[in-house]
Nanobody, 127 residues
Framework: QVPLVESGGGLVQAGDSLRLSCSAS??????????MGWFRQAPGKEREFVAS????????YYSHFAEFRATISRDSANDTVFLQMNSLKPEDTAVYYC??????????????????WGQGTQVTVSS
């Protein structure tokens, strides 16, 4: 069973917004206790880092392409992590994944330090 489940992807037009959600499957663990990250993988390309949030939500980290167009956040009451993406571009087309980082960890850049991943949600941006 995949421990993380993403949702919220879809087909949108350039300039639109989307909010992606990530939750723990079967409530196997509390996302709010962990650093959480969002990543994406476009066709023919390697998976890349998008954003991360510390366990206490007091710090975040963004890739250069997401810094001014994306917001990572948590709803601790519902133990869900979100990625709000605005002003979407065709080059944002990818499968978006959430992943679990260290327990009680900081916001982190890069791909390292994540142990559980979801199956991803497809985001397609048409021009």
């Amino acid at each position: 069973q995949v421990p993380l489940v993403e949702s919220g992807g879809g087909l949108v037009q350039a300039g639109d917004s989307l909010r992606l959600s990530c939750s723990a499957s079967g409530r196997a663990f509390r996302l709010s206790d962990y650093t959480m990250g969002w990543f994406r993988q476009a066709p023919g390309k390697e998976r890349e880092f998008v954003a991360s949030i510390s366990w206490h939500s007091q710090s975040t980290y963004y890739s250069h392409f997401a810094e001014f167009r994306a917001t990572i956040s948590r709803d601790s009451a519902n133990d869900t992590v979100f990625l709000q993406m605005n002003s979407l571009k065709p080059e944002d087309t990818a499968v978006y994944y959430c992943a679990r980082g260290p327990r009680f960890g900081p916001a982190m850049s890069g791909m390292n330090g994540y142990d559980y991943w979801g199956q991803g949600t497809q985001v397609t941006v048409s021009s």
